[in-house]
C-alpha cells in the first residue's frame, strides 16, 4: 500500500549573503520544525524555484527595495532582514527583523509577527503531520510550560513535586516526541499552540 507524502511548508532566505543566510537557515529549522528552509542568493533565483508555494519569505532589505512590486504583492508573506534595532528607519508597510540581536529577541520578534498575522498557529505546520501521531501527555505539557516561562529542572522538580530525574526524563520525552531539540523552538510550539502567552515568556507584549 502507498502512502502519500506530506510536502513540508516552505521558508525562502534571500540574501546575497551567503554566510548570513545558513545561519538564519540553521535558526529557523531549529525554532521551526517541520519548515523546509531553503536559501536562495538572489532575487532571479528566488523566482526560478516556485515562489508561490512559499510560506514565507525572509528577505534582505536591499533585495526588497530592488524589487518593491514583487514584495508588496506579497507583503503578507514577507518578512523583511535589516540590520537595525531602530523601527523609525524601518521598510514601512512590512514585517521587520534586525538581523543583530540574540536568539532569545529574534525569536520574540518572529512570534510577534506570527501572532499578528494567524493568531494560535492556524498557518503552522500541524505536529501531528510532521511528528506521526504522538501528544504530549498532561505531566509533559507541565513540564514544557514551564521550561519555556525559564525554570530549572530542580525549580520544576520541586513546583510538580517529582524527581528531579523524572523532570530530566520528560523533557527527553517531550524534545523526541515534538522533534525539538532548543528551549528556543519549544518556546515558539508553546506560544503558537497557546500552551503560554508572549507574556508569559518575555514579560511583555
Do not use: W
Request: hydrophobic share 40%.
Amino acid at each position: 500500500m502507498s502512502h502519500q507524502v506530506t510536502k513540508k511548508p516552505r521558508i525562502a532566505v534571500v540574501d546575497s549573503n551567503i554566510l548570513s543566510d545558513m545561519g538564519l537557515k540553521t535558526l529557523l529549522q531549529s525554532v521551526i520544525p517541520g519548515m523546509e528552509v531553503n536559501v536562495y542568493l538572489s532575487f532571479e533565483e528566488l523566482l526560478r524555484n516556485q515562489p508561490e508555494n512559499i510560506m514565507h519569505f525572509f528577505v534582505n532589505v536591499l533585495i526588497v527595495l530592488e524589487h518593491q512590486d514583487f514584495f508588496t504583492q506579497n507583503r503578507r508573506k514577507t518578512i523583511v532582514l535589516t540590520p537595525t534595532r531602530d523601527a523609525e528607519v524601518q521598510l514601512s508597510g512590512f514585517h521587520c527583523i534586525s538581523t543583530n540581536v540574540n536568539e532569545k529577541t529574534f525569536v520574540e520578534r518572529l512570534l510577534s509577527i506570527h501572532q499578528s498575522a494567524h493568531a494560535h498557529g492556524h498557518n503552522m505546520p500541524s505536529i501531528r503531520k510532521v511528528n506521526g501521531d504522538k501528544g504530549l501527555s498532561n505531566r509533559e505539557i507541565e513540564v514544557l510550560v514551564k521550561v519555556v516561562k525559564g525554570k530549572t529542572n530542580k525549580a520544576i522538580a520541586d513546583e510538580l513535586n517529582i524527581a528531579l530525574t523524572t523532570v530530566i526524563t520528560h523533557r527527553r520525552n517531550i524534545q523526541e516526541k515534538l522533534g525539538m531539540k532548543t528551549v528556543s523552538a519549544m518556546t515558539v510550539f508553546a506560544v503558537t499552540h497557546g500552551l503560554v502567552s508572549m507574556q508569559d515568556v518575555f514579560g511583555r507584549q
